[in-house]
């Protein structure tokens, strides 16, 4: 290894000329581990390369040091040529080093077949670990990140980095209070502490929804929501807005409000809440509670019992995209028999994400209503990455599916209750990540392939922004067939405090 032994010099840019001595400038190095004088150190050892070529301790302070500065590729080269020829010895940690080169550029797929390639040779070696933890948090995999970090904690107790790593699984799936029982006493890093301090901050958030059908109602529904860390890893939710209905010359405001909880304890969320939509001549509540279990990183269970109003399909307080899902009617075809009814909920939800390159989902409810009918939901869908297939691109390219199904015991004429119906739509959806904003577009066709029904299609775009303190996001989406239409809308803006 390198050891950085002297002074900081003030030095320009050198020729080769510069070196009579073979030996390697320690000053250079020494500047590559000053984040303001890296670039002149690389200008030096560059040139001290270009003299001396086979200058092994000078490749390896330019190859750190481009990977320092974020010249992943450059970094790259040189490890290779410096693997080329080294003794074993050298050789393992100099895959080491590259390997978490090639994490840091975003290449966690192949870092992490690369850490694993070396636990196989050897299973106690524990920068290997911390190194395969880190690709894997890196990756959106914080629980199998966890699961090595504590591997590493067993045989490395004494080390702070180890036990930092640990902590940030916690912090990045937003459990403070889990972190600072793993970090103890040990002082976290900057980057930690400034992420703790973003998780304690308070949210407020605001949101705007709203849809139409082909039986003319309308429906606009304006959210705010106030979230509030408390200790304990327990989150506090209050909500306030309106709901604003129209249907020809039937009208109805009313408005919102509603608080809820939730707790994490490791793989598993609880949360819990009820609401209270209030109105001239209409009152109702809303109470829901769920239980989410992350059985791994790529697997998420979740199930739950809901009451609501059938015209609310959101939770009183969503101004996520859950919100956008939600901004319709619950199928209402005649707002003033669709108003007084409420529906009890039971179902559950599954979520397989097994990588960049795609999703799975499905969800099933049981339904049974004020009106005393009884019916279920069911849908799932698949995506897959046609251009990625893993890699961290800026422009991606998704195939859908996306199937509903719907049925009741009774049909009813105040919302839309079939025996059986099933709508399946198929299309492409593109994203297109630019800095901090996302774009995404979708079309595609709908059609029946078990019930009668008509084909038709839909179209939809979508804009993000996102950044440490203020989350930004704007969607719409039109669908239409022979007998139906509908639109909807959703505009969210979410700032830390």
């Known amino acids: 290894m390198i050891l950085a032994i002297v002074a900081s010099l003030a030095l320009s840019v050198p020729t080769p000329d510069t070196f009579a001595e073979p030996s390697t400038p320690t000053h250079a190095i020494e500047l590559t581990l000053d984040p303001q004088g890296r670039a002149q150190g690389i200008a030096v050892l560059e040139a001290r390369l270009v003299a001396f070529p086979e200058d092994r301790a000078a490749r390896l302070a330019l190859a750190r040091a481009l990977s320092w500065s974020n010249q992943h590729d450059q970094a790259l080269t040189h490890y290779d040529r410096l693997l080329h020829g080294a003794n074993e010895q050298d050789r393992e940690a100099l895959a080491l080093e590259r390997l978490q080169v090639l994490a840091w550029k975003g290449r966690h797929g192949k870092a992490i077949r690369g850490y694993r390639a070396r636990l196989r040779r050897a299973p106690a070696d524990v920068d290997a670990r911390l190194g395969l933890a880190r690709a894997l948090r890196w990756s959106g995999r914080p629980l199998a990140a966890r699961w090595q970090a504590r591997q590493s904690l067993v045989r490395a107790r004494e080390r702070d980095d180890v036990r930092e790593e640990l902590a940030w699984s916690y912090a990045q799936v937003g459990q403070r209070a889990a972190t600072g029982r793993v970090l103890q006493d040990i002082v976290p890093s900057r980057e930690l502490r400034r992420h703790l301090s973003g998780l304690a901050r308070p949210r407020l958030g605001t949101a705007l929804t709203g849809s139409g059908n082909s039986f003319g109602i309308y429906r606009a529904a304006p959210r705010v929501r106030a979230r509030i860390p408390l200790p304990g890893d327990v989150m506090l939710e209050a909500a306030a807005g309106a709901t604003y209905l129209q249907q020809g010359a039937t009208r109805q405001t009313y408005g919102v409000a509603g608080l809820a909880a939730g707790l994490a304890i490791d793989r ?166 630019v800095w901090k904003v996302e774009l995404g577009a979708a079309a595609g066709r709908t059609f029946p392939l078990i019930a009668t029904g008509a084909k038709g299609w839909f179209a939809g775009g979508a804009f993000g922004l996102r950044t440490r303190r203020l989350t930004t996001a704007l969607r719409g989406e039109y669908r239409a067939d022979a007998y139906y239409e509908q639109w909807r809308m959703w505009l969210a803006l979410d700032l830390a405090l």
């Not at 809440?273 to 979740?302: E, K, N």
């Not at 707002?335 to 039971?346: G, I, S, T």
């Not at 939800?349 to 049974?368: E, I, K, S």
């Not at 009884?374 to 890699?391: A, E, K, Q």
Request: glycine share 14%; charged share 20%; hydrophobic share 40%.
């Open 268 to 433: 598993v969320e609880l949360a819990a809440g009820a609401g209270l939509y209030l109105g001239p001549y209409y009152r109702t509540l809303d109470a829901h509670a769920r239980a989410t279990i992350h059985v791994v990183d790529q697997l998420h269970l979740s199930f739950g019992f809901r009451r609501r109003p059938l015209l609310e399909a959101a939770l009183p307080g969503s101004i996520d995209e859950s919100g956008f899902h939600g901004a319709g009617v619950g199928g209402a075809q005649i707002l003033k028999d669709a108003l007084p009814r409420n529906v009890h909920q039971l179902g559950g939800t599954l979520n397989v994400l097994p990588g960049r390159w795609g999703y799975l989902y499905g969800d099933a409810h049981y339904l049974w209503l004020s009106d005393k009918n009884r019916g279920f939901t069911l849908s799932s869908g698949l995506g897959v990455d046609v251009l990625g297939f893993g890699r961290p691109l800026p422009v991606g390219l998704l195939a859908r599916w996306d199937t509903y199904m719907v049925g009741y015991d009774t049909t009813r004429t105040a919302y839309f209750a079939p025996k059986f119906l099933d709508v399946h739509s198929v299309g492409p959806e593109l994203r297109v990540r």
